[in-house]
C-alpha cells in the first residue's frame, strides 16, 4: 500500500529545508507509470543524479498457507519494480553523459524477520 499522506508530508519537510521536492506517487509495478513519472522528472528536473530504489514488501506467513498471488506481488514488486526503475535511470543517465548512481535498499526481514 502506497502511503500517499506520508509522501506528501516528506516533500512538505523537504521543500521547507531544502527548497525544491517534488513527490511522484507511482506503483513501481506498472511500467507506463514508472516510464511517465521519469518523463516528469525529467521535465522537471532536467535530469538524474542518483536513484534510490526501496520499493519493497515482504509476505508473513508459513509457505504452506502462501497463495500465488501474493507470491506473485512479492516478485512484481521486490524484483520487477527494481528493474523497471533502474532501466527508466540507466536510459537517463546515459543521454546525460555524466555519471550518477543506483541504490537498492534491501530489508533485514529476510535474515532478522519481525513481528
Known amino acids: 500500500m502506497l502511503d500517499v499522506d506520508g509522501i506528501q508530508k516528506l516533500e512538505q519537510e523537504l521543500n521547507a529545508e531544502y527548497g525544491s521536492a517534488t513527490a ?10 514508472v516510464s511517465d513519472v521519469f518523463a516528469q522528472l525529467r521535465l522537471t528536473y532536467g535530469g538524474l543524479d542518483i536513484l534510490v530504489s526501496n520499493a519493497g514488501i515482504a ?11 501474493t507470491w506473485q506481488r512479492s516478485l512484481d514488486i521486490n524484483c520487477t519494480g527494481h528493474f523497471l526503475v533502474s532501466r527508466e535511470t540507466v536510459k537517463l543517465l546515459r543521454e546525460q553523459e555524466s555519471g550518477g548512481s543506483l541504490v537498492f535498499v534491501g530489508t533485514k526481514n529476510i535474515p532478522s524477520p519481525g513481528a
Not at 509476505?59 to 498471488?69: A, E, F
Open 24 to 33: 511522484a506517487v507511482m506503483d513501481v509495478t506498472n511500467e507506463q507509470q
Open 59 to 69: 509476505p508473513v506467513g508459513p509457505i504452506h498457507d502462501l497463495s500465488l498471488d
